[in-house]
T-cell receptor, first 115, second 113 residues
Framework: EPEVTQTPSHQVTQMGQEVILRCVPISNHLYFYWYRQILGQKVEFLVSFYNNEISEKSEIFDDQFSVERPDGSNFTLKIRSTKLEDSAMYFCASLHNGGSYNEQFFGPGTRLTVL | GDSVTQMEGPVTLSEEAFLTINCTYT??????LFWYVQYPGEGLQLLLKATKADDKGSNKGFEATYRKETTSFHLEKGSVQVSDSAVYFC????????????FGKGTTLSVSS
């Protein structure tokens, strides 16, 4: 069964460093998303991506964040200068189309720890 | 804006007990509703969904009915197992193409034998 994959599973970085989180969405899906979950808190939307551009973003997704689909398969989230409060689990998700079911498939997540 | 409210946890039950986790929502229009489950150390898995009023989603013994009149989507299971211990998230999707999911805060369920 097709699934969303994410790498790495755990990333540890120093404050101020750049990190790139990688995702491979399901191959025939058209919409891609990043969410994050700070430990013990709810899952929060960051950004969605469709047709090679950002379609929606939240207030959390400020100038230090960027997303890219560099080829036909990968979808990346870059954090330019990490802060302590960026420590969280980051989930990638993909969606086949924008139909009424809107069932997003989630990857296993990348745990980012900023020291 | 749209939002989801879940009952506070943790919920602690004995095996074979009846489970209810309350979820209510606020939305304009007619959203789709979901329950996601997160087992310890894992990502989010779709448990069940309902796309219109009075639909009942079901999976693995869990059920939830989309109640438009009460704006609710409560999760129920008749007899829980230790393996059901997880965090459960209620979520909605506004029915517009590709829009993001809006999650509740999650409810931790702990089942003991």
């Amino acid at each position: 069964e097709p699934e969303v994959t994410q790498t790495p599973s755990h990333q540890v970085t120093q404050m101020g460093q750049e990190v790139i989180l990688r995702c491979v969405p399901i191959s025939n899906h058209l919409y891609f998303y990043w969410y994050r979950q700070i430990l013990g808190q709810k899952v929060e939307f960051l950004v969605s991506f469709y047709n090679n551009e950002i379609s929606e973003k939240s207030e959390i997704f400020d100038d230090q964040f960027s997303v890219e689909r560099p080829d036909g398969s990968n979808f990346t989230l870059k954090i330019r200068s990490t802060k302590l409060e960026d420590s969280a689990m980051y989930f990638c998700a993909s969606l086949h189309n924008g139909g009424s079911y809107n069932e997003q498939f989630f990857g296993p997540g990348t745990r980012l720890t900023v020291l | 804006g749209d939002s989801v409210t879940q009952m506070e946890g943790p919920v602690t039950l004995s095996e074979e007990a009846f489970l209810t986790i309350n979820c209510t929502y606020t939305a304009t229009g007619y959203p789709s509703l979901f329950w996601y489950v997160q087992y310890p150390g894992e990502g989010l898995q779709l448990l069940l969904k309902a796309t219109k009023a009075d639909d009942k989603g079901s999976n693995k013994g869990f059920e939830a009915t989309y109640r438009k009149e009460t704006t609710s989507f409560h999760l129920e299971k008749g007899s829980v197992q230790v393996s059901d211990s997880a965090v459960y998230f209620c979520a909605l999707s506004p029915n517009q193409a590709g829009t993001a999911l809006i999650f509740g805060k999650g409810t931790t369920l702990s089942v003991s034998s």
